[in-house]
């Protein structure tokens, strides 16, 4: 009904998160550059948020306009173990392994490694996009802290970006995780959204 009284296009209001009717307010403008600096300059870059703020729009809005030379491995379960994680990373990226067979971690990190060392020589650009990161389990944080020690002597292989809620905050400030945390402070790019400063999603016509 109001589609034809507001002259819509289309419906404006969904579930499921929608770019096409993102609204960048200055908080989500602010996000959404570490979130291209995460693209551009590589590194790692963590950005947390209450639920309902918009980080997933924002990302998928930013994955929408990827350059041409950049692969994106986009996680949106990250309920896996460090082997699936490793698969799934795999599998976004179209690397080819045996199905079939049992394939260890090493292997994984072999076909991993070999392929982002021939994605830097022809001039690409990969990204690790792990979206709801709050859920990752700790032997798997270990793991991506692990994938960033992927580098050449002039940069690193791949471009890691961590979304959650608040909760991945106190997971990463936790003791066994410090090395990780540690990866914030230099060559990264941290942003936090606080109860403070509540930038709610609007959607327009």
């Known amino acids: 009904m109001y589609l ?12 499921a998160p929608d770019p096409g009717f993102l609204y960048l307010s200055a908080g989500h403008n ?27 729009t924002l990302l998928r809005n930013l994955v929408r306009g990827t350059p041409d030379h950049m692969d994106i491995a986009f996680i949106l379960n990250p309920r896996l173990t460090a082997k699936e ?28 490694t070999r392929h982002l ?6 001039g690409r650009s990969t990204v690790l996009v792990i979206d709801e990161a709050q859920n990752l389990a700790p032997g798997v944080f270990e793991q991506i802290r692990l994938l960033t020690n992927l580098e050449t002597d002039e ?17 990463l400030a936790k003791t066994e995780l410090r090395q990780l945390s540690q990866r914030t402070p230099q060559g990264t790019s941290c942003f936090r ?13």
């Open 4 to 15: 034809e009284h507001f002259r819509f296009s289309r419906e404006p209001f969904s579930i």
């Open 117 to 122: 060392l021939q994605a830097h020589r022809a």
């Open 193 to 205: 959204w606080t109860p403070q400063k509540p930038w709610p999603m609007w959607s327009i016509g």
């Open 155 to 171: 940069r690193k292989l791949l471009r890691i970006i961590l979304i959650g809620q608040p909760e991945l905050d106190e997971m």
């Open 85 to 112: 994680l490793l698969e799934t990373i795999c599998d976004e990226l179209g690397i080819q392994y045996d199905r079939t067979a049992t394939v260890s971690i090493k292997h994984f990190i072999d076909l991993l």
């Open 30 to 56: 602010e996000a959404f550059s570490h979130l291209e600096y995460g693209l551009s300059h590589g590194g790692f870059v963590l950005i947390t948020g209450e639920v309902g703020t918009g980080k997933t």
